[in-house]
């Protein structure tokens, strides 16, 4: 596994330079769901598939930005999903980006996840492996040095309300306005990397994409943005639902599934779960 984690140290000191030569022009290709994929998006796709093919303990591959999985080496053990270049989008405005690496074993499923690493891109440069706790570590001159250990409090002060108000459920509308008209401080970039990073360095709070209904099963994919942060969020000692259940729990039928997803500590999904059981 260290092999793995020295490789995305490796993939992030690239994708960095890549970011600040400053190319955020479209590309001719999509994605599969359809995105016209940035240059970038491809630049930085590219890079991790380099450096994951010296990988030997690493059988199996798949990035968000591809339509299936790419064996590697037959006696791997591991299996890695990825989203290369989370909310690329925001680079052209300055704001942080992220990647993120679900790491599996067995098969791509949420019960299998042994792992999870995601690095934001931001005025500095951080990166955070979840494994038995949540360790930051952060690029200094060339190197990711330590920094500290990520725990979430029981209950915390941040908001942050993913997708468009106007295909909100009115429950999960009514839970956003209380917490608003209770303590919560608004916190949303339309980053999810930065986003649950604030939360899980500010101590707690809420971070949720809910199922919508343009979007009744969200936006956000499971196997490289749900599973990762929700290993997370468990392991820093807050949790991840889909609204009824622990999203760890949820099987994957296809590599590119979505699913509603709320991240946060462990009076906030409390309070999700409360809401949301009567509905849906
Ligand atoms: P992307 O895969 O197109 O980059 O979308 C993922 C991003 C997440 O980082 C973020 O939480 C979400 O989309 C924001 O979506 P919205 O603008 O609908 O709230």
């Known amino acids: 596994m ?43 796709d590219l890079v991790i598939e380099k450096i994951f093919a010296d990988v ?30 989370d909310g690329s989008s925001l680079v052209d405005v300055n704001l942080s980006v992220g990647s993120i690496f679900g790491i599996y074993e067995n098969s791509f499923e949420g019960k299998n996840i042994v792992a999870a690493v995601y690095v934001v891109f931001g005025p500095r440069v951080e990166l955070i492996i979840a494994q038995d706790d949540v360790k930051m570590y952060r690029l200094l001159n060339g190197s990711f040095e330590f920094i500290q250990t990520l725990k979430l409090q029981q209950k915390g002060t941040l908001n942050a309300p ?17 917490m608003f008209n209770e303590t919560y401080t608004m916190r949303y970039s339309g980053g999810m990397v930065p986003d649950l990073h604030q939360i899980l360095i500010k101590g707690g709070g809420l971070f949720s994409y809910p199922g919508t209904t343009d979007k009744p099963k969200g936006k956000l994919r499971q196997l490289f943005e749900v599973f990762p942060f929700a290993y997370t969020f468990e392991k820093a000692q807050g949790a991840a639902v889909d609204g009824k259940q622990r999203v760890l729990d949820i099987p994957t039928e296809h590599i590119h599934d979505t699913s509603p997803a709320f991240f946060g500590s462990c009076d906030e999904i409390n309070r999700v779960l409360k809401v949301y059981k009567n509905h849906g």
């Open 56 to 85: 030997k303990c690493i059988k199996q591959i798949v990035s968000e930005e591809q339509e299936a999985i790419k064996h590697l080496h037959d006696d791997g053990k591991y299996l890695i999903a990825y989203d290369p270049l």
């Open 162 to 178: 993913g997708s468009t108000q106007m295909c909100w459920e009115p429950y999960h509308k009514q839970l956003i306005d209380d």
């Open 2 to 44: 260290q092999a793995i984690f020295e490789a995305i140290k490796q993939t992030a000191i690239e994708i960095q330079n890549l970011i600040e030569q400053g190319d955020t022009s479209k590309s001719e290709q999509e994605n599969s769901t359809g995105d016209t994929q940035l240059k970038l998006d491809i630049k930085s």
